[in-house]
């Protein structure tokens, strides 16, 4: 399992969700500055950051960001690693907004239903994100 140290900023994301991959893709792409790694949340690394963080490994309910030595789940992930982008990405961080019951719930019910969309039919990471995915 790779090492990793508390000031790597990560996104943990679940390789086999189609929203999931597309949002890393994204990310390896526009992140300029923040300098992401990304990890397969079913990897042995992965499971663990799961686990350090309170949340079932088995479930992936959610990606985890780790940014500026803080973890984001849920509907806080997606904007804090917006925010991280600058603009014009940054402005849909707005959703930290919405009370967070409410981007909470509308965040489950796009996870609950994300293999809906296509499980295990992602194309290959971007060249982007492959240098960058530790585990």
């Given at each position: 399992m790779a090492n990793v140290s508390n000031d790597t900023n990560l996104i943990v994301f679940?390789?086999?969700?189609?929203?999931?991959?597309?949002?890393?893709?994204?990310?390896?792409?526009?992140?300029?500055?923040?300098?992401?790694?990304?990890?397969?949340?079913?990897?042995?690394?992965?499971?663990?950051?799961?686990?350090?963080?309170?949340?079932d490994p088995d479930a992936l309910e959610t990606n985890i960001v780790i940014f500026n030595?803080?973890?984001?789940?849920?509907?806080?992930?997606?904007?804090?690693?917006?925010?991280?982008?600058?603009?014009?990405?940054?402005?849909?961080?707005?959703?930290?907004?919405?009370?967070?019951?409410?981007?909470?719930?509308?965040?489950?019910?796009?996870?609950?239903?994300?293999?809906?969309?296509?499980?295990?039919?992602?194309?290959?990471?971007?060249?982007?994100?492959?240098?960058?995915?530790?585990?």
């Amino acid at each position: 399992m790779a090492n990793v140290s508390n000031d790597t900023n990560l996104i943990v994301f679940d390789a086999d969700c189609i929203f999931c991959s597309g949002f890393a893709r994204f990310m390896a792409k526009h992140d300029r500055k923040a300098g992401f790694r990304f990890v397969s949340a079913r990897s042995g690394l992965g499971r663990s950051l799961y686990e350090r963080h309170g949340l079932d490994p088995d479930a992936l309910e959610t990606n985890i960001v780790i940014f500026n030595g803080r973890a984001y789940t849920k509907m806080a992930s997606f904007a804090a690693s917006m925010k991280s982008l600058g603009r014009p990405w940054s402005l849909l961080a707005v959703v930290n907004l919405l009370p967070v019951s409410v981007a909470n719930w509308i965040y489950d019910r796009i996870a609950r239903n994300r293999y809906a969309f296509g499980k295990r039919s992602c194309p290959l990471p971007s060249s982007e994100l492959k240098d960058r995915l530790i585990d």
